[in-house]
T-cell receptor, first 115, second 114 residues
Framework: DGGITQSPKYLFRKEGQNVTLSCEQN?????MYWYRQDPGQGLRLIYYSQIVNDFQKGDIAEGYSVSREKKESFPLTVTSAQKNPTAFYLCASSIAGVQFAGELFFGEGSRLTVL | AQTVTQSQPEMSVQEAETVTLSCTYDTSESDYYLFWYKQPPSRQMILVIRQEAYKQQNATENRFSVNFQKAAKSFSLKISDSQLGDAAMYFCASIRARDDKIIFGKGTRLHILP
């Protein structure tokens, strides 16, 4: 079945460690996104990519990094520079084109806890 | 800047009743899209309904419909004949037609009372 797979589902990290969250999609979508979800905050955009080898910062990119070497993959690294990394992270993808604007397909999320 | 505001953090409705979730937005664009997304307790978010700003007719998807008031910048979601499976967090969202950044509201948690 087509969809978006995020892994791991749960991740624990010690302070000062970098951690990478995986996001893979087999929907052949051009655009991919990373959102952070905190209670009472809604979803905030971290990074997005509309095409391979290109990505743009979202509203809260500080302390995060991404790569887009393949169309189907968009990993997110939470670096030690991120002050408050404990959160739920959602990856999403969409078809390029105005007629599909905003129609996102989401993964099941990854919960990161910093100990 | 685009903003999306959901003023109701939580709501409850009796099963089989109708409930309306509120959303207001602010944009200077003339061409944009509005959405309602549902995030059930399993956490995978799905698109419920989509509205193009240039369309006057309100979007409808089975038991879900919207009341789009463009002048008032209001975009409420009506759920008819509420079912237990409708219990979820609902997010209102908007995107400019010329953009790829979708902006989400903070969400409304909907409880369905049996």
């Amino acid at each position: 079945d087509g969809g978006i797979t995020q892994s791991p589902k749960y991740l624990f990290r010690k302070e000062g460690q970098n951690v990478t969250l995986s996001c893979e999609q087999n929907l052949n979508h051009d655009a991919m996104y990373w959102y952070r979800q905190d209670p009472g905050q809604g979803l905030r955009l971290i990074y997005y990519s509309q095409i391979v080898n290109d990505f743009q910062k979202g509203d809260i990119a500080e302390g995060y990094s991404v790569s887009r070497e393949k169309k189907e993959s968009f990993p997110l690294t939470v670096t030690s520079a991120q002050k408050n990394p404990t959160a739920f992270y959602l990856c999403a993808s969409s078809i390029a084109g105005v007629q599909f604007a905003g129609e996102l397909f989401f993964g099941e999320g990854s919960r990161l806890t910093v100990l | 800047a685009q903003t999306v505001t959901q003023s109701q953090p939580e709501m409850s409705v009796q099963e089989a009743e109708t409930v309306t979730l509120s959303c207001t937005y602010d944009t200077s664009e003339s061409d944009y899209y509005l959405f309602w997304y549902k995030q059930p307790p399993s956490r995978q978010m799905i698109l419920v309904i989509r509205q193009e700003a240039y369309k006057q007719q309100n979007a409808t998807e089975n038991r879900f419909s919207v009341n789009f008031q463009k002048a008032a910048k209001s975009f409420s979601l009506k759920i008819s004949d509420s079912q237990l499976g409708d219990a979820a967090m609902y997010f209102c969202a908007s995107i400019r037609a010329r953009d790829d950044k979708i902006i989400f509201g903070k969400g409304t948690r909907l409880h369905i009372l049996p």
